[in-house]
């Protein structure tokens, strides 16, 4: 296979967009795909066969859902700008302020949009602080002490986004602080968008507590539509990134395979959540050093004993240091040529991507259901060029 490539599997693609039907359809909700998170307008028509619409949270994803999706947008922005709006209009079919002054600044040029406002319940238990929109000082959302008894008329609903890669119990807890803060403006609305982080398409999430939360909620207040806008869940563990090792080098009892792809240009989550990705056939091993010390206090690497211990750290063919993560033993010798594969990789990647150093920008493929693989686009120098145009 050439490498670098992401490729997405179209079965585990289908498993999760039908897992995500069943579950709109049993908590009497509208599920629509986060762009954030997912983009590729190519596997659009697959979508279009399960869910009718998306979320946008800018002039650019916006477009993407009308003119590729083929449906306006429900579309976010922390700040919208006076020359996008008209556009952003244009292509969305609900649109949400997320403060007053800026639903002040642009309400009445919304057209037909139903309006929402961003509420923070500063309540939410994603320990990441990158990834926590209720940390004291957020920008996202009003908190309920900023609200007016009475709503605006205009405003139809409320969105509010706080979890991450999270189960239903969260959601549960954190529902009774919306509910608490929140619930009294209820009969003003028309929807409620519980924005995205639930994470249903994981194998452990308890979807029967979120169907029968939905279903307390719709009994206690039956005139409000329901939202989720997750993105994650439609591409989790949809498929790898397959990169091929370049170089073995080592260093003061630290053996590193320098790959074909970057930490930093192809798998930025990796380093700005921080996660270790799983690879294919290789266990991660903390126990040889963990030299970033996201898990524990940074140690020295156990010097592994090069002769019998495949031990390696996976280093980027980037020029920034620490474009590298460590360890995972393989049960073998990694030879130059040989591919490594780094497990869900679509997600946040696809969409995250740079040209940093001009390094060659993985291909993207589609493992049909057939077992073909489609490549879908591949990157050259004119990508590099061109985005500095
Ligand atoms: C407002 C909003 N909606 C939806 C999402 C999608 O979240 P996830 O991909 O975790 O489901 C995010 C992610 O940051 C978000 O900020």
Not at 106 to 115: N, T, V, Y
Not at 190 to 206: A, T
Not at 279 to 306: T, Y
Request: include cysteine; proline fraction near 5%.
């Amino acid at each position: 296979m050439n490498t670098p490539i992401y490729i997405i599997e179209e079965e585990k693609l289908r498993n999760n967009l039908a897992l995500i039907r069943e579950v709109a359809r049993r908590t009497d909700a509208e599920w629509i795909l986060a762009f954030k998170a997912f983009a590729l307008w190519k596997t659009f028509p697959i979508f279009r066969e399960y869910i009718n619409a998306t979320t946008a949270s800018s002039l650019s994803e916006a477009r993407l859902a009308f003119e590729e999706f083929g449906a306006k947008a429900h579309t976010y922005s922390p700040a919208y700008k006076d020359e996008e709006f008209s556009e952003i209009v244009h292509c969305s079919s609900h649109l949400t302020f997320n403060s007053l002054s800026q639903y002040e600044r642009f309400h009445k040029r919304a057209g037909e949009c139903s309006i929402g406002l961003r509420v923070n319940p500063e309540y939410s238990e994603v320990g990441t602080l990158l990834y926590n929109p209720c940390a004291p000082g957020t920008r996202f959302g009003v908190t309920a002490d900023k609200l007016p008894e009475q709503l605006p008329e205009d405003i139809r609903g409320f969105h509010c986004h706080c979890h991450c890669e999270s189960g239903s119990d969260v959601f549960e807890r954190t529902l009774v602080h919306i509910e608490d803060k929140f619930a009294k403006w209820f009969p003003q609305l028309e929807w409620i968008n519980f924005g995205g982080g639930h994470l249903v398409s994981r194998k452990d999430y308890d979807i029967e507590r979120l169907v029968r939360m939905m279903d307390g909620f719709h009994k206690r207040y039956p005139w409000l539509k329901v939202i989720f806008e997750p993105g994650s869940a439609f591409a989790w563990q949809t498929g790898p990134l397959v990169a091929s090792v370049v170089d073995v080098v080592e260093d003061k009892g630290i053996r590193t395979a320098i790959l074909d792809v970057s930490f930093t240009c192809h798998m930025p989550d990796c380093l700005e959540m921080p996660y270790y990705p799983d690879v294919r056939g290789a266990v991660w091993s903390p126990e040889s050093g963990d030299d970033r010390g996201l898990n524990k206090a940074p140690s020295e690497p156990q010097s592994p004993n090069l002769e019998d211990l495949w031990v390696y750290r996976l280093g980027g063919n980037s020029c920034l240091s620490g474009d590298f993560m460590g360890y995972w033993r393989f049960d073998h010798e990694l030879q130059v040529g040989e591919e490594v594969f780094f497990e869900d990789m679509i997600h946040y990647t696809t969409v995250k991507t740079n040209t940093f150093n001009g390094i060659t920008h993985p291909a993207i493929g589609m493992l049909k259901m057939d077992g073909k693989l489609e490549i879908l686009r591949q990157f050259g120098y004119e990508d590099y060029r061109n985005r500095m145009d």
